[in-house]
């Protein structure tokens, strides 16, 4: 520990047995009071404050130290009562935010989030919660919210190592199935080229639909404000858009890649999965 932490509190909480020491542990005090004001119902004891304090001076002058910020993180570190509510009902849209700069599927974005709960405040074994290592150099809601980033940012890589397994253990599997055909780009520049043509060959307030609730991301709800209808009549245009093109692609399909007839079956139900996704990057182009 350096001179300077060991100027305000020793490590363990020792109570100081100069006069100096009474004079830093009078400062101690004053510091402390200041976090029990911004946070009166969290109870952390001055001793582990102190112990917080003491890390958080190492690496920066006191006077620059957020405080109540440090407070706040102490109290989430030591497990006190009450503390994970009041930093998630003053932080928990910056965690929101952060993840969606990083992230843009709903499912993704919720898992990021409960996995930087995780990170911030469940213990790694015998390491305490990442929360800890925040000290107050700087306010701690910049501090989240890289913290919530970086997490997102390492589901992300997760997920696309995963994916680029998955793709070749489908590459590798036997027989020209669908999957293999798309994979190898022969189906993906078809399939692309039917969908094109299917969506032109919509109603434009089918097209306008899919695009509010694929693109946009708006609701059902939302969509049937729009149009002055009920949620279920935007399902069933919705329904009815998605079967057009479906049937539409799976005609053009059958006859541009001269499946056998024992593929078809195969060949309508992977286009039928990969519908959505064909339309959303569609419609999204400028």
Known sequence: ??????????????????????????????????????????????????????????GSPIDQLAIEDLYLACACADGVPGAVKVFETRFGNIVRRAVARVLVARDQREEAEQRARQHLFVADGTAPPKIAKYLGHGPLENWVSVAAIRVAISLGRAETAELRLREKAIAEA???SPEILYMKGELRRELEGAVQEALQRLEDRERLVLRLYLVSGMTLAAIGKTFGVTQQSVSRWLQKARDSVLADVGRALVERLKLPSDDVTSMIRFVASQLDISISRLLAAP
């Open 174 to 176: 036997a027989g020209p």
């Open 1 to 58: 520990m350096g001179d300077g932490a060991r100027g305000l509190v020793a490590a363990d909480g020792a109570a100081p047995e100069t006069l100096d020491d009474a004079a830093r542990a009078h400062r101690l005090a004053v510091l402390y009071e200041r976090g029990r004001a911004a946070y009166p119902g969290l109870a952390v004891t001055e001793t582990a404050f102190g112990r917080c304090l003491a890390r958080a001076v190492e």
